[in-house]
């Protein structure tokens, strides 16, 4: 099982980091051992002083599949989900500096809580799915997936390009706007349209 992620696909949160447009879409890998599941808490690490969230709606694979087309990337994927791609800042952004990858400020242990599943079914289109982020009960992330530059779809035909999907994988599809810093004792609620869908504190 792993779990590819897109960067840069969202606009909104482009400009709230870079102040430009990204053109191209960027795709990483977080290990296994970044899986967070069932509301357990988020330990903060102690290599890091600045660990953002990032919310983001979630796709779990259900077949293997290896340069998909566009058109049939709906087959490999049976439910929508929401997942939070935390990131070390700090360590992201020295490493960007020197040029060298930064794996390790979105690999670490527990760096990918996940929620419950939903049956893609429930969605009558999953280019409009809204979903939010709170903390500590005030809304500090809300998007909505038609905001995407690249779809769904797209995203999975993309990543199939370089890594063969299997049964179990998952797809962290990028975030909106309103990135932040976590601290201990933060409590964060993730939904997906009025449903939570996540919920645990920060340790």
Known sequence: MKIIAIGWNYAEHNAELYKEEKKNIVLFQKPETALLRDNKPFYLPDFSEDVQYETEIVVRISKMGKNISPKFADRYYDAIGLGIDFTARDLQKKAKEQGAPWDISKGFDGAAPVSNFLP???????????????????????GNTKDMITSIAEIIAEASKYFTLKTGDLIFTGTPKGVGRVQIDDHLEGYIGTTKMLDFFVK
């Open 120 to 142: 893609k079914e429930d969605f009558p289109n999953v280019q409009d799915i809204e979903f939010s982020l709170k903390k500590n009960g005030e809304l500090v992330q809300s």
